[in-house]
Each structure stands twice: as structure tokens, then as C-alpha cells.
């Protein structure tokens, strides 16, 4: 598929099926970035740890992360398989998966959305024809409501579980990965977890209680900046900013903002859902920076909550300074510089054929939009030529 944010894919094979499964996940993610951001504004404000701390106000934190986010990708993401009837069934099902969880269930709103409104899609298909005059509304309202509950249920009982069955096994995966000193490998876990939605499980959960024990001890712990470093995201935000869709590029400045600023790593997570393969540049980012902590002893005195520069700031004990901050700026160049070569430094993101002038746009089979080069006389013998030369 082709999104404002992904190009039109073309061909077979494993790599076309991979670029087309990011495509459906920015269709999901990328169009409610502004939902995300304005959560992530509320978060950093008005958390105990925000810079204006207010505790009615903070309420709203919770129920917009666990609640909301989850139901809008789901809505989005039935509306992308069979459009608005789809769009409703998808969100009534992401709620049996959001009921009772303590975790964002964004994976799960990923599956399940577009799941019941596939679902939908196949009856309206199967009966569109065989419903008789003036039945129509009844057949479509109470099927949608049928299959948007049952999809709920099934939410709850299965899909449900799962997540949260992933969950305690990455957290797993990390606590074993640290009780055998491979810091460094744990962001082969961690990142995608992260990405995932998964990153307070694994830091609270997880790195912080073994932090606080090592902290304890020693007065400082490397395990409290496995998880919480800003500086892998903020080279991932980067790279888009100079190298991403251009059509991408004006929402980043703002989500560098508040992921460095504001310590609200969520903001950059669907940056690396639209196009998975990036999840490489953050462990490679991930592992460089937990390779500097180590080598150069640094270590922080508690938990920086939430993860931003001045959180950091904070909870740096004498000693650590330079450690800290080389392993920041270390992490945030590794993943600069890897992603931006997976973005192809701007040129894999369709933008250059769109900007050209006499561009026009031809719908592919499948009906996809995409901008295509009028050919001219001269550049198709351009072409030919440097045909000939590689040859």
C-alpha cells in the first residue's frame, strides 16, 4: 500500500512483504502522531517528575496511553481494511484488549483492529447481495455489532494474554541477558521491546529494581541507562529530520522536543514502526551507548523519570559526568548515522521523483497513488546511455 508516508511498494519476495507491513503500520500509527503528541505534552508537564506537577491534571495520563492510543490506532487501522464500518468495528474490539491491562496494548491494537474489520469485509462480501430491500441498515448494524463483540471477547480471552505474555518474556529475555554481564547485547531485546510499546515493563519492572539493588551498594548503576537513554532516539529523530518522507519531516522537530527535552520516549516509536527496518539503528545505537557506560564506569543514582537530558542531569552522581554525556552523544550519532543510510539519505523515500518538475501522478494496478517523471526525449536517451555504460 501506499501511504503519505511510505512509498508504493512494488514486487514479491520477503524484503516487498517486510516494506509492505510498515506501510500498513504507518497507515495505523503516523496519521494519529498528533495524538500521541499531545499526550506526551500532558505527560511531561504534569507528572510528579513533570515541570508543572499536578495531580488532577495528571489523570489524564494514564487512561489516554492505556485507553485512547490503543483505540485510535485500532479505529485506524479497520478504516484502512474496509473504511468506516471497519473503523468502528476495529475500535469496539481494541477495547476487549485495553480492559483491565496495565500496559499500552499497541501491539495488540495492531492485530485486532484490522483483524474484525477483515472480518466484516468477508460478510459484507458474502450477504451484500442477498439481503433483501429495506433490511439493510438492520443486517449492517446488528452483523458490525455482533462481529465488533465477539472480536471484543476474543480481545480479552486470547489476543490479550498474549501481549502480555510477550511482555513478561521480554522482561525475562533482559533480566537473564544482565545476570550474565552482556549489557550491550540486552538492546538486542530492549530496542524492539521498546518500539513496542514495552518500555516501562522492561525499565520498571525489570532494569530498575536490579539498578536500585546495584545502586545500593555501590552508589550508582549502569542498569538504570540500558532503557531510559534519550540519545538512541534522538539520532533516529534526527535522521528523519534531515532524511525521512518530506511529508513526515515538519511533526519532528516537535517530537525531538519532547522526547530529548521532555523525557517522553513514546513519541519516537512510530517513527520506527512506519519503517521497521530502523529498529537496527537503534540497537546498534543502544549497544554503542551501554558499551560507553561500561568502559567509561558511568552510572546513575536512581531512575531518571522520565528519560530526558535534565532527568539525567539530575540523577548523575560526581564522577559519571563524562561518561554519561559520551555515552548520550555516542548513542545518538551510532543511530543517526545507521539510519540515515537505511533512509538512503533521503533518496528511498519517493521524494525526488514528486519534486521534479512535469511529475505526474499514474495509479499503479491496485489502485495505488504514486508520482511518476514524464519522460522526455532527452532523459530517456540519458537513460539509454547510462544503461549502455553500466553495462
Known amino acids: 500500500m501506499a501511504t503519505d508516508y511510505t512509498p508504493a511498494v512494488t514486487g514479491t519476495g520477503i524484503k516487498a512483504g517486510i516494506q509492505r507491513v510498515g506501510g500498513y503500520l504507518a497507515g495505523m500509527v503516523m496519521p494519529n502522531i498528533g495524538a500521541f503528541i499531545a499526550w506526551g505534552l500532558i505527560t511531561a508537564l504534569f507528572i510528579p517528575t513533570g515541570w508543572i506537577p499536578n ?57 485486532v483492529g484490522p483483524l474484525a474489520a477483515y472480518l466484516v469485509k468477508l460478510f459484507d462480501n458474502a450477504f451484500e447481495h442477498r439481503i433483501k430491500a429495506g433490511f439493510e441498515m438492520l443486517v449492517n448494524n446488528f452483523s458490525a455489532g455482533i462481529i465488533g463483540g465477539g472480536m471484543a471477547l476474543v480481545g480479552v480471552w486470547v489476543i490479550g494474554p498474549v501481549v502480555r505474555a510477550i511482555t513478561n518474556l521480554a522482561g525475562h529475555g533482559v533480566d537473564w541477558l544482565v545476570g550474565h554481564h552482556l549489557l550491550p547485547v540486552a538492546s538486542v531485546l530492549v530496542e524492539p521491546a521498546k518500539v513496542l510499546f514495552l518500555n516501562n515493563a522492561i525499565n520498571h519492572g525489570v532494569l530498575g529494581p536490579l539498578g536500585v539493588a546495584q545502586a545500593t551498594e555501590s552508589g550508582k548503576s549502569i542498569l538504570f541507562m540500558i532503557e531510559s537513554n534519550p540519545g538512541p532516539g534522538l539520532g533516529l529523530l534526527l535522521a528523519f529530520l534531515f532524511f525521512g518522507p518530506r511529508a513526515l519531516r515538519p511533526s519532528v522537530p516537535a517530537a525531538i522536543i519532547i522526547h530529548f527535552l521532555g523525557g517522553i520516549h513514546e513519541i519516537y516509536f512510530p517513527y520506527v514502526l512506519m519503517k521497521p527496518r530502523l529498529i537496527l539503528a537503534m540497537i546498534a545505537g543502544g549497544a554503542a551507548g551501554v558499551g560507553t557506560f561500561m568502559i567509561t564506569g558511568a552510572g546513575l543514582v536512581a531512575t531518571p523519570s522520565p528519560g530526558s537530558v535534565f532527568a539525567y542531569a539530575a540523577v548523575t552522581p560526581r564522577g559519571s559526568w563524562f561518561g554519561v554525556v559520551l555515552g548520550i552523544l555516542i548513542a545518538a550519532a551510532v543511530t543517526f548515522f545507521v539510519a540515515a543510510a537505511l533512509l538512503g539519505f533521503g533518496r528511498l523515500n519517493g521524494d525526488a521523483q514528486a519534486d521534479e518538475p512535469g511529475a505526474e501522478t499514474r495509479i499503479p494496478s491496485g489502485g495505488e497513488v504514486a508520482a511518476a517523471p514524464r519522460q522526455t526525449a532527452g532523459t530517456a536517451a540519458t537513460a539509454n546511455s547510462t544503461a549502455v555504460s553500466e553495462a
Not at 73 to 95: C, D, E, P, S
Open 55 to 111: 495531580a488532577h491534571l495528571a489523570q489524564l495520563v494514564g487512561p489516554m496511553i492505556t485507553v485512547l492510543l490503543p483505540v485510535l490506532i485500532g479505529y485506524t487501522g479497520g478504516r484502512l481494511v474496509h473504511g468506516q464500518r471497519g473503523a468502528v468495528v476495529g475500535a469496539v474490539a481494541t477495547m476487549g484488549i485495553v480492559v483491565g491491562s496495565e500496559v499500552p496494548m499497541f501491539l495488540g491494537a495492531m492485530m
